[in-house]
């Protein structure tokens, strides 16, 4: 095959149309039609920001009696999940309920919207999604947004030896419509709907503004001519990476920080063009505010600025203006997003100087998870099959992992004798006895700083690629391993303020693997306990003999043929095996019969995994019946009989196929399971 052949496969992967599409121009005649079939081109930046969110959708969802929306925006589907962001949907609705009054003009568009939190609480990837997002909104026909370039204007002199001049603060074209007659344009041509409304405010840039004065005095006032011989409009499309649109500030140290970089500076080469520094055309309108124009800016650690980048951000924010040096007050249309940290908040809350900044700012916490499932969401991104190569990862290696994670933010309870354990797993909607939702609900309002303290995702998630590293050679990774690395570098972790906040790490850590020992013993009872035969014959002579009970019956024993009274020692030992009381027993059969009748009436028939309760009593009788048969503490010694080997080869298979474990994984926790119980034979 020819390279030309090769080259030609590529070029076909284009999509001509969508390319015309991006790059359309034309005259301000055709953009005003497009105003008038469209008018949400002319949306301002809050107003955009605020729709391409909600374009994604909203899921609305109830959480502690508490209505709250979802919005699948931060769920990053413009690149696959790269950027998603789990178990922060209060703080999340929060920012788009400020960016909701803002579009509506309610007074946030007139605020610095400041995302505060600890480090590692993903306020820098909201800023970043948030950029991307109106990126590549953009792109779509429901995001379009348009500028203009001056055009033949090598005849004028006005761009030198250029003919063309785009706007170099890419504005709004209506913008061009002199500010005494725009009211009476919007109502007379018609120009928005109910929905959007045709605002034309702000003036010119200072560069336009002088093209535009010098063309009016060259036609002697007909407007005209001016934009019909001079202005051709064109789509824009935001682009971080070409500073279009989407804007970056990043403070250096105080030495070297330079207010140009954020209003733009003189282009020293032009001045002898144009033959004054205070030419507008000899100015670089490139500083992070101009080029932000029309879009966003972030401020990466906003309280890190000098005090004399005050003023420049105040009056953005305040006014929608910067000051170029040398040029007047010139417009802006952008929303200001910066990100600080728990420390640097601080120092701006003790600092007289930035009382103003203080007031133009609206704060939204951005706090560490506090809900297991959505913390173990964040590792399985980051250690997804890719990214793991064929390692293993053993069942429940993440869940420990963020455990422990979330229960060092967690404040410890004040009241109802709860366990930090115990509150976790309310908070992840587990329902513990003699809990509602109103009492999860009282104990998230007791905590004052829940979320913002305690351990970094970051933390968790270098541990966990040390454990893959230093195992490589396993093959696969457990639990113990990961709380090993965690607890080895909790010695020198940077962020830890205290010894006594070092040993409260370690002590949940302890609290972490009792926690899992009960998971896995309770996974290996469910493993012995999975014979289906075994037991739905036992829930079948359960069921038998709890009908005989109910309707004062016998049962017929199936080896003797004889009637016999219901077996009550049989019944017990399962009952026993869900705390059911000798006080309850009636009531418990009764609700199981009753059940079986509203299933029949239903047409449904009544299996032994029907109800969660019995389910449970079942497998825990079938175990404490069949571990002693299968001798699972042999295990930790050296002698096997082969009897014994095959019903651990049943039960390490089960582990394999139901559970997610691998050879290696599995029989380390057969192993584990087994000294478990070898230490409980000793104790009795």
Same mark, same amino acid.
């Given at each position: 095959?020819?390279?030309?052949?090769?080259?030609?496969?590529?070029?076909?992967?284009?999509?001509?149309?969508?390319?015309?599409?991006?790059?359309?121009?034309?005259?301000?005649?055709?953009?005003?039609?497009?105003?008038?079939?469209?008018?949400?081109?002319?949306?301002?930046?809050?107003?955009?920001?605020?729709?391409?969110?909600? #374009?994604?959708?909203?899921?609305?969802?109830?959480?502690?009696?508490?209505?709250?929306?979802?919005?699948?925006?931060?769920?990053?589907?413009?690149?696959?999940?790269?950027?998603?962001?789990?178990?922060?949907?209060?703080?999340?609705?929060?920012?788009?309920?400020?960016?909701?009054?803002?579009?509506?003009?309610?007074?946030?568009?007139?605020?610095?919207?400041?995302?505060?939190?600890?480090?590692? #609480?993903?306020?820098?990837?909201?800023?970043?999604?948030?950029?991307?997002?109106?990126?590549?909104?953009?792109?779509?026909?429901?995001?379009?947004?348009?500028?203009?370039?001056?055009?033949?204007?090598?005849?004028?002199?006005?761009? +030198? %030896?250029?003919?063309?001049?785009?706007?170099?603060?890419?504005?709004?074209?209506?913008?061009?419509?002199?500010?005494?007659?725009?009211?009476?344009?919007?109502?007379?041509?018609?120009?928005?709907?109910?929905?959007?409304?045709?605002?034309?405010?702000?003036?010119?840039?200072?560069?336009?503004?002088?093209?535009?004065?010098?063309?009016?005095?060259?036609?002697?006032?007909?407007?005209?001519?001016?934009?019909?011989?001079?202005?051709?409009?064109?789509?824009?499309?935001?682009?971080?990476?070409?500073?279009?649109?989407?804007?970056?500030?990043?403070?250096?140290?105080?030495?070297?920080?330079?207010?140009?970089?954020?209003?733009?500076?003189?282009?020293?080469?032009?001045?002898?063009?144009?033959?004054?520094?205070?030419?507008?055309?000899?100015?670089?309108? *490139? +500083?992070?505010?101009?080029?932000?124009?029309?879009?966003?800016?972030?401020?990466?650690?906003?309280?890190?600025? *000098?005090?004399?980048?005050?003023?420049?951000?105040?009056?953005?924010?305040?006014?929608?203006?910067?000051?170029?040096?040398?040029?007047?007050?010139?417009?802006?249309?952008?929303?200001?997003?910066? !990100?600080?940290?728990?420390?640097?908040?601080?120092?701006?809350?003790?600092?007289?100087?930035?009382?103003?900044?203080?007031?133009?700012?609206?704060?939204?916490?951005?706090?560490?998870?506090?809900?297991?499932?959505?913390?173990?969401?964040?590792?399985?991104?980051?250690?997804?099959?890719?990214?793991?190569?064929?390692?293993?990862?053993?069942?429940?290696?993440?869940?420990?992992?963020?455990?422990?994670?979330?229960?060092?933010?967690?404040?410890?309870?004040?009241? !109802?004798?709860?366990?930090?354990?115990?509150?976790?797993?309310?908070?992840?909607?587990?329902?513990?006895?003699?809990?509602?939702?109103?009492?999860?609900?009282?104990?998230?309002?007791?905590?004052?700083?829940?979320?913002?303290?305690?351990?970094?995702?970051?933390?968790?998630?270098?541990?966990?690629?040390?454990?893959?590293?230093?195992? %490589?050679?396993?093959?696969?990774?457990?639990?113990?391993?990961?709380?090993?690395?965690?607890?080895?570098?909790?010695?020198?972790?940077?962020?830890?303020?205290?010894?006594?906040?070092?040993?409260?790490?370690?002590?949940?850590?302890?609290?972490?693997?009792?926690?899992?020992?009960?998971?896995?013993?309770?996974?290996?009872?469910?493993?012995?306990?999975? *014979?289906?035969? $075994?037991?739905?014959?036992?829930?079948?002579?359960?069921?038998?003999?709890?009908?005989?009970?109910?309707?004062?019956?016998?049962?017929?024993?199936?080896?003797?043929?004889?009637?016999?009274?219901?077996?009550?020692?049989?019944?017990?030992?399962?009952?026993?095996?869900?705390?059911?009381?000798?006080?309850?027993?009636?009531?418990?059969?009764?609700?199981?019969?009753?059940?079986?009748? $509203?299933?029949?009436?239903?047409?449904?028939?009544?299996?032994?995994?029907?109800?969660?309760?019995?389910?449970?009593?079942?497998?825990?009788?079938?175990?404490?019946?069949?571990?002693?048969?299968?001798?699972?503490?042999?295990?930790? #010694?050296?002698?096997?009989?082969?009897?014994?080997?095959?019903?651990?080869?049943?039960?390490?298979?089960?582990?394999?196929?139901?559970?997610?474990?691998?050879?290696?994984?599995?029989?380390?926790?057969?192993?584990?399971?087994?000294?478990?119980?070898?230490?409980?034979?000793?104790?009795?």
């Amino acid at each position: 095959m020819s390279t030309t052949d090769l080259i030609s496969r590529i070029a076909a992967l284009q999509d001509y149309d969508r390319y015309r599409d991006l790059h359309w121009e034309g005259s301000f005649e055709d953009y005003l039609h497009i105003v008038r079939e469209r008018p949400q081109v002319t949306r301002n930046a809050f107003q955009r920001l605020y729709d391409m969110i909600v #374009s994604f959708g909203e899921e609305e969802y109830i959480d502690n009696k508490k209505r709250l929306v979802r919005y699948p925006f931060f769920r990053d589907p413009i690149d696959g999940g790269r950027d998603a962001i789990f178990g922060l949907d209060i703080p999340l609705m929060r920012l788009v309920h400020v960016l909701h009054a803002a579009a509506q003009g309610y007074g946030p568009e007139r605020r610095i919207i400041l995302l505060h939190g600890p480090v590692g #609480s993903a306020k820098s990837t909201i800023a970043r999604l948030l950029k991307k997002g109106l990126e590549a909104y953009s792109r779509t026909p429901e995001g379009a947004l348009y500028t203009y370039k001056w055009v033949n204007l090598r005849e004028t002199g006005l761009a +030198g %030896g250029d003919d063309e001049m785009p706007s170099p603060m890419n504005e709004e074209p209506l913008r061009l419509i002199p500010p005494e007659w725009r009211e009476r344009v919007v109502r007379e041509l018609a120009l928005g709907n109910d929905r959007y409304r045709v605002r034309i405010e702000g003036d010119l840039n200072p560069a336009c503004r002088f093209v535009f004065r010098h063309l009016m005095e060259r036609y002697r006032g007909d407007w005209g001519k001016v934009v019909r011989n001079h202005v051709r409009v064109r789509r824009l499309v935001l682009s971080e990476k070409d500073r279009v649109g989407i804007g970056t500030f990043q403070p250096k140290d105080e030495k070297n920080q330079d207010s140009t970089e954020l209003t733009g500076d003189i282009n020293y080469r032009k001045i002898a063009e144009y033959g004054s520094d205070s030419d507008p055309r000899a100015f670089n309108f *490139d +500083g992070e505010f101009n080029i932000a124009n029309r879009g966003i800016i972030e401020f990466v650690e906003i309280l890190k600025l *000098d005090v004399a980048f005050l003023y420049d951000l105040l009056g953005a924010t305040q006014e929608h203006k910067i000051k170029p040096k040398k040029f007047p007050q010139t417009d802006i249309d952008e929303v200001i997003i910066g !990100h600080t940290n728990e420390a640097e908040y601080k120092k701006l809350l003790g600092n007289e100087f930035m009382e103003a900044l203080r007031d133009r700012t609206i704060k939204i916490d951005i706090p560490y998870i506090t809900k297991l499932s959505e913390e173990v969401r964040i590792y399985q991104k980051d250690f997804n099959a890719d990214r793991l190569r064929g390692k293993h990862v053993a069942p429940h290696t993440f869940e420990v992992a963020a455990m422990w994670a979330v229960t060092t933010r967690l404040e410890p309870p004040r009241k !109802h004798q709860l366990s930090v354990l115990q509150k976790m797993k309310l908070y992840d909607g587990k329902v513990l006895p003699g809990f509602t939702q109103d009492n999860v609900k009282e104990l998230r309002k007791e905590a004052r700083r829940e979320g913002l303290e305690g351990i970094s995702p970051r933390y968790v998630q270098d541990k966990i690629s040390n454990a893959l590293v230093r195992q %490589g050679t396993e093959g696969y990774i457990n639990p113990f391993m990961v709380l090993n690395e965690l607890e080895k570098g909790l010695d020198h972790h940077s962020l830890i303020a205290s010894e006594e906040q070092r040993k409260r790490y370690r002590e949940l850590i302890g609290v972490v693997k009792t926690e899992y020992e009960e998971i896995i013993k309770n996974e290996v009872q469910r493993a012995i306990s999975a *014979d289906e035969e $075994a037991i739905q014959r036992l829930c079948a002579n359960y069921i038998d003999n709890v009908r005989a009970y109910t309707l004062k019956e016998k049962v017929k024993n199936p080896f003797t043929g004889r009637d016999e009274p219901p077996d009550e020692r049989l019944m017990r030992s399962i009952e026993e095996k869900i705390d059911i009381p000798e006080s309850r027993k009636d009531d418990f059969r009764r609700e199981i019969m009753n059940y079986i009748g $509203a299933l029949a009436i239903e047409g449904k028939k009544f299996e032994y995994d029907t109800n969660d309760r019995l389910r449970r009593a079942l497998e825990m009788k079938l175990f404490e019946d069949q571990k002693d048969s299968i001798k699972l503490s042999s295990l930790v #010694s050296n002698v096997i009989d082969r009897e014994t080997q095959d019903k651990i080869d049943v039960i390490k298979n089960r582990l394999i196929k139901y559970y997610g474990y691998n050879e290696a994984s599995a029989t380390d926790v057969l192993t584990y399971v087994a000294s478990i119980f070898a230490r409980g034979d000793v104790k009795s």
